[in-house]
């Protein structure tokens, strides 16, 4: 050791502290794997809050409150949840198009679909489940560069501008046909049109066939579109239009003709004193000109100007040549099943690009795959639109996905459009136009068995089989919520929980009983009878806890009152009695074993069937009328007598073992010599005198020395300590004997 500070012969005094154990993190973890509505499955998420939990993984409903109260019960003491979404084979995540496919998570997200170029849908949902089929998302870009407004015709035979024909103008402008389509104002209205590919209508003066595109009740409009080669008749003010037995008639200037335009990209803008010519028609006087962005809505009424400026070229592309990269994205819960409001926009990305290689100004990813990968909490990306308009002559050119150098993506032209809610009505001027709606559907919850989700035993084992590992995740609480929909499964799901903390031996497990041998059954003796016969079933463990009861609470997310298992509550106190007092004092009895949140019980058991209860290793939870509902015992699931029979000790040892073999692992690789067998005694013996001052233990005795540790042992390089300890009993009887003397009988007399 280096002194410093010495310029001159001396001495300087230091003290190094090698008495001093902390304690490892941990003594707070539970586990819970559980059917949520929402989240990553077969991943381990951790939240320390009931509303950390309702975010992440949804709120309760009526297949899995029992699984979501075991979890928020258990948070209610103060302990942190490492919670596991189940899988299932019914699981899927919502898709706007295509058979929907199940994304457990990010992990798998990434390994399986994010690079594959099979994926049928553009966006899925970010869980898998129903909640996601109320999600929509709707995606602008740059779109048409102008509307031209053209005339009503007066004279002459009324043309369809086909889309992606060729455009010139009389000024020089040139481009090519975003959309074209004709808006009628309708008065005199009799039915409703239905919009539709096939659905035709008459105009009176004409006889001719058009397409409904759209309709819109309440401004009465109705979009048309007209067949390929256009119609003979006159479109005019005044005349019939009908489909079946719908009529109405086309108002006093009710005729709107627009031209959307895509202009080359030398081009100069078409204006209002050009005449417009396509590739087979005669020349148009253009009556005006206007910005289709500024019109242009997601949803009727809403316009996306509102929402953030036109995208166009972003800084990144534009430097390299490139062009229309820039779209914005919004996810919207449409029928409100997340939110609790129908349309609410839930996320919006704004100028996110087409490029592969896009960056923000200050140098962030800004690929619109990858930052919907990042950012978003509700969707992931599937696939790349195709059903776009292209600017180029080559469509190919400007595929979405590639580098921005001197490319000029593809636009969108939505040939479905966007349908408003709840009327499921076609927006007007969607149809064509450069807003894309994705409406994600076909996700799928759990399948329902009983009152509980069906979810096998080879997917609760996979779940749990998350936190074998002692090294990697720590934990002290397993918690089993409800035993299984059958006699069968449970003891499977219990037999699987006893084989990992029996492996692990650094944490508990806490069983409850089935909720058939407690709910509904009025007679308590029978309650009795098949709680033991069920527990009975089920192996010794000092690892294990069972406990006796349901009980009844207000579930305020559905304004209902549940009865629910209570081994969240079990273990809950036994972690507000380790963070209050120690972890080596009971968590039963009116001091610190009284249950939270509890209205009543389903099965409060009388001192007989107690005492055949406690018999059996099942601790009884009892309603004490003024004392409240208590935890009346504290015996673990081992099956026969011994000091581990006892939570308290069994609790000891975990902490106890967890901090010394802490202590222990510092000695690896050092020099196995009796300095360091000495050293590690002068650590581990002050720790246990504080354990012992803290009424943990009543003696110890830590012996590491050659007589435990001979040559032939050193030479193998092993290290051995064994240490002592007598544990702390708790009182589980009390015996008070009063008794009534003569007078005049002195006490010292009797009392021996």
């Known amino acids: 050791m280096s002194v410093s500070n010495q310029l001159s012969p001396g001495v300087v005094i230091q003290e190094r502290d090698l008495t001093a154990v902390t304690t490892p993190v941990g003594l707070n973890v539970g586990v819970l794997a559980a059917p949520f509505t929402k989240g990553p499955v077969e991943e381990i998420f ?28 258990f948070l209610s003491y103060g302990g942190v949840l490492k919670a596991i979404r189940l899988n299932a084979a019914s699981l899927k995540n919502a898709v706007n198009t295509g058979t929907a496919p199940l994304i457990k998570n990010l992990q798998e997200y990434e390994t399986t679909y994010e690079s594959s170029n099979s994926n049928a849908w553009e966006y899925a949902a970010r869980d898998a489940g129903a909640l996601g089929n109320s999600l929509g998302l709707f995606v602008t870009d740059a779109g ?64 001719e066939a058009v397409d409904v595109v759209a309709y819109d009740a309440g401004n009465k409009y109705l979009e048309i579109a007209l067949p390929s080669g256009g119609v003979t008749g006159i479109l005019a003010d005044g ?78 592309a534009n430097s390299v040549g490139g062009e229309n990269d820039e779209m914005h994205i919004l996810v919207v819960d449409i029928d409100g099943k997340i939110t ?37 909490e509700y969707v992931y990306w599937g696939s790349h639109e195709t059903a776009a308009f292209s600017g180029s002559a080559t469509a190919s050119d400007g595929d979405w996905g590639a580098a921005a150098a001197n490319r000029r993506f593809n636009l969108l032209r939505s040939a479905a459009g966007s349908t408003a809610f709840p009327s499921g009505e076609i927006t007007i001027g969607s149809v064509n136009n450069a807003t894309f709606y994705y409406r994600l559907a076909s996700g799928a919850d759990y399948s329902a068995s009983g009152a509980l989700y069906d979810v096998s035993n080879v997917d609760i084992a996979t779940a749990y089989e998350l936190v074998e590992d002692p090294e990697s995740q720590v934990i002290d609480y397993i918690l089993a ?77 559905n304004d209902v009152y549940r009865y629910v298992p209570c081994n969240g509550d079990i273990a809950g ?20 074993g009284v249950l939270r949140n509890a209205v009543k019980l389903a099965y409060s058991p009388n001192k007989t069937q107690r005492d055949r209860l406690y018999a059996n290793r099942i601790n009884p939870i009892v309603s004490f009328p003024g ?56 650590i581990v013996e002050p720790y246990l005198r504080d354990v012992q001052g ?24 092993e290290f051995y300590a064994e240490i002592f300890i007598k544990p702390t009993r708790t009182i589980n009887y009390i015996t008070l004997t009063f008794v009534a003397t003569r007078t005049g009988v002195s006490f010292s007399e009797v009392a021996n």
């Open 340 to 376: 609790g409001q129908p349309g609410a926009v839930v996320e919006r990305f704004i100028a996110v690009s087409k490029a592969s290689d896009a960056k923000t100004s200050i140098g962030e990813v800004n690929y619109y795959k990858e930052v919907l990968k990042q950012s978003s």
């Open 694 to 717: 803290r009424r943990g233990i009543t003696d110890y005795l830590v012996k590491c020395d050659e007589t435990n540790n001979p040559p032939e042992s050193v030479d193998r390089g």
């Open 46 to 73: 951790e939240v320390s809050t009931e509303r950390d939990l309702a975010a992440v993984f949804g709120e309760p409903n009526d297949y899995n409150y029992e699984y979501w109260f075991t979890a928020s019960q």
């Open 481 to 557: 919520g409800p035993a299984g929909s059958d006699e069968a499964s449970a003891i499977a799901k219990a037999t699987t929980l006893t084989a990992i903390v029996e492996s692990r031996k650094d944490c508990m497990a806490f069983l409850s009983p089935l909720r058939s041998d407690v709910i509904g059954v009025s007679n308590t003796t029978t309650v009795t009878t098949n709680l033991v016969n069920y527990f009975n079933q089920l192996p010794s463990s000092n690892y294990v806890v069972f406990d006796s009861g349901y009980k009844y609470i207000y579930d305020k997310y």
């Open 627 to 682: 004392q409240g509902i208590v935890l009346f015992g504290d015996k673990t699931a081992q099956g026969f007598a011994s000091a581990f029979d006892r939570i308290n000790v069994r609790r000891l040892f975990l902490v106890v073992e967890r901090v010394i073999g802490e202590v222990a692992k510092q000695q690896l690789f050092e020099q196995n010599d009796d300095a360091q067998r000495s050293l590690f005694v002068n």
């Open 239 to 316: 005349q019939t239009v009908t489909q079946g037995t719908n009529t109405a008639d086309i108002a006093a200037t009710g005729i709107e003709r627009r031209l959307y335009i895509g202009k080359n990209a030398s081009s100069i803008d078409f204006a209002g004193a050009d005449s417009v010519t396509d590739t087979s028609s005669t020349a148009v006087a253009i009556s005006s000109v206007r910005d289709d962005y500024a019109e242009r809505e997601y949803l009727p009424g809403s316009k996306w100007i509102n929402v953030a400026a036109r995208p166009g070229t972003s800084l990144h």
């Open 144 to 207: 048409p560069d102008q509307i031209a407004v053209l005339p009503a015709p007066s004279t002459g035979n009324e043309w369809e501008f086909v889309n992606d024909e060729a455009l010139t103008a009389s000024s020089g402008a040139a481009g090519k046909v975003y959309k074209y389509a004709i808006r009628l104002t309708l008065t005199n209205i009799v039915g409703t049109f239905v919009p539709g590919t096939g659905t035709t209508i008459s105009i009176g003066g004409s006889a």
């Open 573 to 592: 106190l036994i972690l507000e009695t380790a963070l209050e007092e120690e972890p080596w004092f009971s968590p039963a009895g009116f001091q610190r």
